[in-house]
């Protein structure tokens, strides 16, 4: 099965700093990788699918790149709502597989 | 799209849960649902998946034998149960909605229900 790994484990920022999220892959993806947020006590929503679509009503502030094993989730201001826990998740083969997240904490 | 699950169920260990997932706002036949679990204070685990229309399924490795996803397509409602409980199967267990509908391609999930709490406990 296909290894996602994302660093750092705990990015500690303000608001209205940019975040750079990172994910690499233990083989090649291409570019189905999804971006998922999760805040406390809720179920994950879909920010960005296939490395840089944002999904429907997600801000514009939040950005997916990459191709291949290297992925960046960007989210280039940070708003008090976007403190929360990060997951990639591959689509390329089965089994889907998600990496252990990144958790965007208040500095 | 609205996805609604049963509620949080405690279970001793070697007994069965069965989860529910209420789907609306959409044709349930026409996209796969996913079944995902988490543990508390850990990552997401995928376990599978049925297709509401034909009622295939499919199952990740680690519960091959232990999972059953079934499906009622006159209460548009999905079904997880899972066999044998031991304590490392208390998690939220969400359903999520496959996007991707072409058969047997690999998804991203984009609507999920609000996860139900299975607590494995002597």
Redesign the interface.
């Known amino acids: 099965e296909i290894v996602l790994t994302q660093s750092p484990a705990t990015l500690s920022l303000s608001p209205g700093e940019r975040a750079t999220l990172s994910c690499r892959a233990s083989q090649s993806v291409s570019d ?1 990788l ?1 971006w ?1 947020q999760q805040r406390p006590g ?5 920010l960005i ?2 490395a840089s679509n944002r ?2 009503g997600i801000p514009a502030r939040f950005s997916g790149s990459g191709s291949g094993t290297d992925f960046t989730l960007t989210i280039s201001s940070l708003e008090p709502e976007d403190f929360a826990v990060y ?1 990639c ?13 990144t958790k965007v904490e208040i500095k | 799209v609205q996805l609604v699950q049963s509620g949080a169920d405690v279970k001793k260990p070697g007994a069965s849960v069965k989860v529910s997932c209420k789907a609306s706002g959409y044709t349930f036949t026409g996209y796969n649902l996913h079944w995902v679990r988490q543990a508390p204070g850990q990552g997401l685990e995928w376990m599978g998946w049925v297709n509401p229309n034909s009622g295939d399924t499919y199952y990740g490795q680690n519960f091959h034998g232990r999972v059953s996803m079934t499906r009622d397509t006159s209460i548009s409602t999905a079904y997880m149960e899972l066999n044998s409980l031991i304590s490392d199967d208390t998690a939220v267990y969400f359903c999520a909605r496959g996007s991707v509908t072409r058969y047997f391609e690999p998804t991203h999930f984009d609507y999920w229900g609000q996860g139900s709490l299975v607590t494995v406990s002597s």
């Open positions: 189905y999804a998922y809720q179920a994950p929503r879909l699918y296939d999904a429907t997951y998740q591959q689509r390329n083969i089965w089994p889907l597989t998600f990496g252990g997240g």
